[in-house]
């Protein structure tokens, strides 16, 4: 059973930065994609950034392409999601996931992934 533990939230004022982290554990890291997702208040999950097993694919929403970048370190079996440029449109409850395949389709799709982390609120004020 794989366990997703996600860190960095936290309150920042528009423009500002901040770094998410997913640490996982009971699994082969490196055999999965890793997902990025977020629940705002009254609105559905949505597919943030993805990566592949390697890094040498990424996958992100229109709405945070440019500004947010998706990493992994394969040997500390963390996933990162650096994020620039906020806005109040990006608070919410930012969730790590991760899916059991080395595929490159469908991984923006929220039910394909297996596990999911607990999830770190991110509240960027105006």
């Known amino acids: 059973q794989v366990q997703l533990v996600e860190s960095g939230g936290g309150l920042v004022q528009a423009g500002g930065s901040l770094r998410l982290s997913c640490a996982a554990s009971g699994g082969t890291f490196e055999s999965y994609v890793m997902g990025w997702f977020r629940q705002a208040p009254g609105k559905e999950r949505e597919f943030v950034a993805a990566?592949?097993?390697?890094?040498?694919?990424?996958y992100y929403a229109d709405s945070v392409k440019g500004r947010f970048t998706i990493s992994r370190d394969n040997a500390k079996n963390t996933v990162y999601l650096q994020m620039n440029s906020l806005n109040p449109e990006d608070t919410a409850v930012y969730y790590c996931?991760?899916?059991?395949?080395?595929?490159?389709?469908?991984?923006?799709?929220?039910?394909?992934?297996?596990?999911w982390g607990q999830g770190t609120q991110v509240t960027v004020s105006s």
């Open positions: 990566i592949t097993w390697s890094g040498s694919t990424t």
């Open positions: 996931a991760a899916r059991r395949t080395r595929s490159t389709i469908g991984n923006m799709r929220d039910r394909n992934y297996d596990y």
